[in-house]
């Protein structure tokens, strides 16, 4: 009877429908650490993973494993050699968080242009009106750098066009007629996008390529006065460039969900500036992106367990030509 371990709670209705399907044992961890993972472990064909580190020594306890499916789209903390060198394939969550983490950059993007949590303090605090150090901006008529333009980016890029931005997009291997029939303005070169935009927008993978990407050099590229938002990966921003770009005032404000350590435990000089609002890597934990995650990696198990597994949804595809 194949045994499917939940590395943390899922959505109720995805925990109802892993116990619903017949002909399978699950396994609920909270907390997951090495004492409560060991028994289930050595046993488990299938792991759910959320925040989790799968790497070679996850895996030397983990014998029978088939699948790891990880619930969301990031997986940065999973070693996918490892995993394909044991013919496991890895799956995510392509659509069920691309528009939670699209709204989410779009209220990054008004929360800085309208100064939100400022103007919430003060009227909470019966400080009444507006203030002249509190510079809000209209959205309409500035013009966004979308960097990269997947399932995220261009849900953004749609939501950005819907607030009458001029929208322009920089995706190195996205074919520039795509996004022209999409509606927007492709821009080839990075640095003459950032040098043209008023917010920039990023969301792409955190890989060899794209680690540490957002730098001083990108930031001084950036029009003076610009915002810059981030729902991606922490790891593409250099986040000393960051403090220093906003300590010199030619960073606007700044809008993150995630960084590069996680969970922040220890007081980031950039925190500090008013200017910059920031959530814990929540964008995609709404009530119906939880659910759509929990449902999607159910399914990817059951299905791969019964030779069915959808390749769209496998980052290690070539485990699939090894298991056909």
Known sequence: MPHIVCLRPLHPDAMARLRAEPGYTITMLDPVTPETLAEPMKTADAIIVRATKIDRAFLANAPALRICARHGVG?????????????????VTPDANAVSVAEHAMMLMLTTARRTVDY???????????????????????????????RIGG????????????????????????????GFTPVKVLH????????????CPSNTE??????????????PGAAYI???????????????????????????????????????????FPNVVVSPHSAAATEQSTRRMGLSCAESIFAHLKGQLDPDVVINKEVLRGNA
């Open 75 to 91: 997986y940065d903390a999973v070693d996918v050699e490892a995993l394909t060198e044991r013919g496991i394939p890895l799956t």
């Open 120 to 150: 919430n303090a003060n009227t909470k605090a019966l400080d009444w009106g507006p203030k002249p150090a509190l510079r809000t901006l209209d959205l309409a008529g500035m013009t966004v750098l979308v960097v990269g333009f997947g």
């Open 155 to 182: 849900r953004v890029a749609r939501l950005c066009a819907a607030f009458g931005m001029n929208v322009t997009v920089h995706d190195p291997y996205i074919p520039q007629n795509t996004i022209k029939g999409a």
């Open 192 to 203: 003459e996008g950032l040098a043209a935009a008023d917010v920039v927008t990023t969301h």
């Open 210 to 223: 794209t680690r540490g990407m957002v730098n001083a050099a990108f930031f001084a590229a950036m029009k």
């Open 230 to 272: 981030n729902t991606a990966r922490g790891t593409l921003v250099d986040e000393a460039a960051l403090t220093n770009a906003l300590k010199s005032g030619h960073l606007g404000a700044a809008g993150l969900d995630v960084f590069w350590e996680e969970p922040v435990t220890t007081k980031l000089p950039f925190l500090d």
